[in-house]
């Protein structure tokens, strides 16, 4: 009894405490093909590289950009997510079209992004009355090796849509929309819940060197909730930017600083818990190098991407 107590002491403490990936990987408007994919190859380039570590919790990389003859926008993309127990390989393969609206104005992106899936077990044999902590933070248990999948594939699909006029932008992605089950405990079934993702976001220029661009994004799906407020400044040479974190068990500040050559935009990000609840909550810390392989003339780019070019 004292042992099955402990047990789902450990559960709720890996609930409460654990950060979880699932949830916060991938919003950033630094990644944008991942945030919505409607936002895929935002700067209207042929080829561009984006790359993202996070210390401890992920490596990713990815293609995007301008398909030509119109065609639309996309990225593909590969990463790897994982805690000391579990780890999730992805690729992901996006494809996005823009669209004018009636009014000449306005402009219309929508797309979408298939993901497939491989979870797994990353350290090998079980103890009786093994734990492990899962991808969204969570504290599994099982008592022998035949509890457990130790790995297993699955897919996943993204949907958006966004909607731009002069400096402003808005956007809503339904994400997760398969359900698919994601537990490595046999008698167990999870799925990650589908989610409606919201932002919206502006461009103020103060002048041909300085661009502000504040956004906000919040997520809701059946368990929790996610919002980010975020102030992001843009010069000719570097970027600053700082946002507020929000989920249903923590309340996060992070910050990032980025430099410009040529055609490489790299930098470092940082982020701290600051809720009362963040005790076992250690600081994020990443770095993110992102160049443009072919571009494309700014002639033939959208005052959107002009503008999305400062900030990624």
Do not use: C
């Amino acid at each position: 009894m004292r042992r099955v107590g402990f047990i789902a002491l450990l559960s709720f403490s890996g609930m409460l405490f654990g950060q979880n990936l699932e949830l916060l990987n991938g919003k950033d408007f630094k990644q944008p093909g991942k945030l919505n994919p409607a936002y895929a190859g935002s700067q209207e380039d042929l080829i561009r590289i984006i790359s993202e570590v996070d210390y401890g919790k992920s490596l990713q990389l990815m293609v995007e950009g301008r398909l030509p003859l119109r065609l639309g926008n996309y990225m593909v993309g590969i990463e790897r997510t994982y805690t000391p127990d579990a780890s999730n390989n992805m690729v992901n393969i996006t494809y996005g079209r823009k669209r004018k609206g009636s009014n000449k104005n306005i402009n219309w992106r929508y797309g979408g992004t298939l993901q497939l899936n491989q979870r797994s077990m990353t350290i090998p044999g079980y103890d009786s009355g093994y734990r492990f902590q899962d991808i969204n933070g969570q504290i599994g248990s099982g008592n022998n090796v035949d509890d457990f999948r130790s790995s297993f594939d699955f897919i996943d699909l993204d949907l958006g849509v966004s909607i731009n006029s002069k400096n402003l932008f808005a956007g809503v992605a339904l994400q997760h929309i398969l359900g698919q089950n994601v537990s490595f405990v046999k008698s167990q079934s999870r799925s990650i819940p589908i989610a409606a993702n919201f932002s919206l976001g502006g461009f103020l220029n103060l002048g041909p060197k300085l661009t502000i661009f504040p956004s906000v994004l919040m997520m809701v799906n059946t368990n929790q909730t996610f919002s980010k407020a975020s102030l992001d400044f843009a010069t000719t040479k570097f970027n600053i930017s700082g946002s507020y974190i929000k989920t249903d068990y923590f309340e996060h500040i992070s910050g990032s600083i980025g430099f410009k050559l040529k055609k490489v935009f790299t930098g470092f990000k940082y982020t701290h818990s600051v809720s009362n609840t963040s005790v076992g909550v250690l600081p994020r810390f990443g770095l993110f190098l992102n160049s443009t392989v072919f571009k494309s003339r700014d002639l033939f780019k959208s005052d959107y991407a002009k503008q999305m070019k400062k900030f990624y």
